[in-house]
């Protein structure tokens, strides 16, 4: 939900901005629909389609992150944290400032010790119940799970390769949703079924089918066949959509991870061009930026739609002012790190 849709080197990778505004579209369609009715509209719970627009940001974190890794030589993790230091948090810590400051001018709980674990992104773990003093944090919960990611799977990637990372990787998805399977039960509740161990496989999927890319034969023929398989794949994931879980299935995710793939090689064909609607890759831009407000603006009063109204604004407002700065801020100083000699090789020489 974090990642643009860059590679590091700067090239573009079609469609994925269309991706995010599909993502962020379904999940403020659900907290709307919460906000306005306490639920899925007229009780129809296929409706409330905000976990399979996390699950897609999940797939496609996986697949850009691990992409622009793979495009390096030699993975630079420094420069990796770098930039997602400079990406994520200014626009997520001014959210909970600006919730702080309500708080304070207001006397009111808009947040509380649920703060430790967002700043620090644990909070799809803690606090273990939603009430009205932690709601306004809730959407955390995937950006910690993310966080979480980023600390484990580049290093990963780094230490052991492309090929044994497919390998582990493909363990990871099979581990997960077997866990997953068998524990249904219990994770199937709000709050416990946010817990990495029952939703990595999202991001894992996304990694697989990157590194996948970089075998010439799977790229050609996932491009040949582009569109009979998109065209199979979009039916049975509305069909999993429309069946409502909590959890998500691997298969859905799968589904989503082959759409992704085949309108990113092909994105030429007719069918994808949508994805590359000026209005819906807007929408996708600012996709990261409306994720972190929609919460604290959709219920501003529980049931008043009022914040709504001025969410596109805002998002627009943390795009333009907190995000893109920051992230050329992070950039030139990437940038002068590479300018700029370590002093410890040339030491190590002269002895």
């Not at 309500?102 to 947040?111: K, N, P, Q, W, Y």
């Not at 969410?311 to 407002?317: D, F, S």
Request: with cysteine.
């Amino acid at each position: 939900m974090s990642a643009g849709a860059t590679t590091s080197s700067g090239s573009r990778i079609p469609t994925l901005d269309g991706w995010r505004g599909i993502a962020i579209l379904l999940v403020l369609a659900d907290h709307l629909q919460i906000m306005l009715f306490g639920g899925p509209y007229r009780g129809h719970e296929y409706l409330m389609c905000g976990q399979h627009g996390v699950t897609l940001f999940f797939v496609l974190s996986g697949f850009l992150i691990t992409s622009r890794l793979l495009e390096e030589k030699k993975i630079n993790l420094k420069a990796f944290y770098i930039r997602r230091v400079f990406r994520l948090m200014p626009c997520a810590w001014s959210y909970l400032l600006m919730l702080f400051i309500v708080g304070l001018v207001t006397g009111s709980a808009v947040i509380g010790k649920d703060a430790w674990s967002c700043v620090f992104f644990f909070r799809n773990y803690s606090p273990a119940y939603e009430n009205a003093a932690n709601m306004r944090t809730g959407h955390f919960w995937s950006l910690s799970l993310e966080e979480q990611f980023y600390l484990g799977w580049p290093p990963l990637l780094a230490l052991i390769g492309r090929k044994r990372a497919l390998g582990l990787a493909g363990a990871g998805i099979l581990i997960c949703a077997t866990f997953r399977f068998f524990t249904w039960q219990h994770y199937a509740h709000p709050i416990i079924n946010q817990h990495s161990e029952v939703r990595v496989d999202a991001l894992l999927l996304g990694c697989a089918f990157a590194i996948l890319l970089g075998h010439t034969r799977f790229r050609e023929w996932v491009t040949r066949y582009s569109g009979p398989l998109f065209l199979v794949s979009l039916p049975l994931a509305l069909w999993y959509g429309f069946r409502y879980q909590i959890l998500i299935p691997a298969v859905e995710s799968l589904l989503l991870a082959v759409m992704i793939l085949c309108t990113s090689l092909n994105p030429s064909f007719l069918p994808f061009r949508i994805l590359e609607w000026k209005r819906l890759k807007f929408v996708g831009l600012i996709s990261y930026s409306l994720y972190v407000w929609q919460q604290g603006l959709l219920f501003i009063n529980h049931s008043e739609p009022y914040g709504a109204l001025f969410l596109p604004l805002v998002a627009i407002l943390s795009y333009g002012l907190i995000e893109q700065p920051c992230i050329r801020f992070g950039r030139r100083l990437i940038a002068a790190r590479a300018a700029t000699p370590d002093p410890e090789p040339s030491l190590l020489g002269a002895q």
